[in-house]
């Protein structure tokens, strides 16, 4: 048997975690013959909740869950971690504006990245979830000094998964038969689904709908999936969301399917004309525990556009939490 991979994951005892924890205590981020220990955090007035969780995770006599920890201290959860999942954030109350949420955000980012950063092993993989994904990503990597900074990723793997279920209803296809999606930019409204280089079942999806569809109805639709959910069901995205945390890292840690990438917020390396460093969802490939940004596409003009416009979001996001850049 292997040696248990030990994976942090905050915010343990809320929605999305729910779904979440059980799947990777069944093996579907490392495979099936992966023993796995979860080190899970959650905020004091939670830890009753979580102690539930742990006897539910108990009660399904995983075979490759190899122990469950939990507990309110951030040291005690990032000890040792091969991957920490930070879902854990804290919600937008009544009346509060998105700088307040990106603040509040922030300083609990910057205390848990030192958190991870002293106690984490070098090369975990970490990927944020809670809002602001992208810019609670940066600040943990800036209080993250001791980690590989190409490490510290955020989720738009649902964005991605949204996508591709839209083009496949509008096109009549299954998912499986479309490729090379892409979800540029924020995990936010600004984000930019892009068709322009998908296939469905190996045609150029741009044959198949029209532009208008494209940029008025597709882009606007997966934008904004997020909030049609929490319309109809009163709280957001959690078992969808769930699945992309889930894919997000099975896909970096076992690699994309042959012809095919995957969409994740990564440090950006300059490519495509966005700051280095930002946060910024890109297509990638993935092999051998390692991803790659895909170089070298051609963007049109109406997209270029939306890319500039979404890195603009996140430099006004960086700039509201500038002091928290250690
Ligand atoms: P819940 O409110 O159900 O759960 C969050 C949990 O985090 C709570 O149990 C809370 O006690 C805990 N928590 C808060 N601060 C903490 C801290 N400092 N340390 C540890 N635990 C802490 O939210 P849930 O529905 O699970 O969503 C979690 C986050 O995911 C939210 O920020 C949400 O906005 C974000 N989402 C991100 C998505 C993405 O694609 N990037 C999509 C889904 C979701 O909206």
């Known amino acids: 048997m292997k040696q248990p991979v030990r994976i942090a994951v905050t915010g343990a005892a809320g929605q999305i975690c729910y779904s979440l924890l059980f799947r990777i205590a069944a ?10 220990i979860l080190q899970m955090l959650e905020i004091t007035p939670a830890l009753g909740v979580l ?10 006599a995983f075979p490759l869950l190899a122990g469950v920890v939990c507990t309110d201290s951030p040291a005690v959860a990032f000890k040792d971690v091969d991957a920490a999942l ?5 919600p937008r109350g009544p009346g509060m504006e ?10 609990i980012f910057s205390g848990l990245g030192q958190a991870l950063n002293d106690n984490a092993k070098k090369d975990v993989k970490v990927l944020v979830v809670g809002n602001p994904a992208n810019t609670n990503a940066y600040i943990l990597k800036a209080n993250c000094p001791d980690l590989d900074p190409r490490n510290i990723t955020a989720l738009t793997r649902l964005d991605h998964n949204r996508a591709e ?9 299954s998912v499986s038969d479309i490729k090379k999606m892409i979800i540029w930019g924020n995990h936010s409204t600004t984000q930019v689904p892009d068709i322009s280089h998908c296939t469905v079942a190996g045609k150029a999806a ?12 597709f882009i606007p639709k997966v934008a904004k999936r997020g909030a049609e959910v929490i319309n109809a069901r009163g709280s957001s995205s959690a078992a969808s969301a769930g699945n992309g945390v889930i894919d997000h890292m099975a896909t970096w840690i076992q690699g994309t399917e042959e012809g095919n990438w995957v969409s994740m917020a990564v440090p950006s390396d300059g490519s495509y004309g966005i700051e280095e460093g930002l946060i910024y969802s890109y297509p990638v490939t993935c092999k051998n525990g390692d991803y790659e940004i895909v170089k ?13 416009d979404s890195q603009s979001e ?7 939490v500038k002091d928290l850049l250690s």
């Open 98 to 107: 998105r700088k307040d949420l990106i603040n509040d955000n922030g300083k």
């Open 86 to 90: 930070f879902v854990g954030a804290k």
């Open 27 to 36: 093996g579907e981020i490392y495979g099936d013959d992966q023993p796995v």
């Open 165 to 173: 279920s839209q083009l496949a209803a509008k096109t009549n296809s």
């Open 314 to 320: 996140l430099l006004e996001e960086r700039e509201a």
């Open 296 to 308: 070298g596409l051609e963007i049109n003009d109406f997209i270029k556009g939306k890319i500039l």
């Open 206 to 217: 741009t044959g198949l709908v029209d532009t208008a569809w494209a940029q008025e109805e």
């Open 51 to 60: 102690e539930a969780v742990k006897m539910e995770l108990d009660d399904c």
